[in-house]
């Protein structure tokens, strides 16, 4: 199945752990469904990406190494809990 990504997120160059800082803080903008494009040259992309996804309940459609690095699509499934006791 070809998926359509609806953002693209570079990651490219960063380093452990922003590349997951950076995922987290655009997913929140994301409506549940969306899906997000990442590209990364992080040696640990993978294995960091696969231990936020089982702790935000994300789905991982697709991870594929590229020329420049590694791609993966990633659908939000489930909307954000807001903390309103700032």
Do not use: Q
């Not at 800082?21 to 997000?36: A, D």
């Not at 494009?37 to 594929?64: H, N, S």
């Amino acid at each position: 199945m070809e998926w359509i990504a609806d953002e693209y997120l570079d990651c490219k160059g960063l380093r452990c752990p922003v590349p997951i800082v950076k995922i987290s803080r655009r997913m929140k903008t994301l409506s549940v469904g969306s899906i997000l494009c990442i590209e990364a040259t992080d040696a640990a992309f993978r294995a960091d990406l696969e231990a936020w996804i089982t702790a935000k309940g994300a789905e991982l459609l697709r991870f594929e190494e590229i020329e420049v690095g590694h791609r993966a699509l990633v659908r939000k499934l489930v909307a954000e809990e807001h903390n309103d006791h700032n």
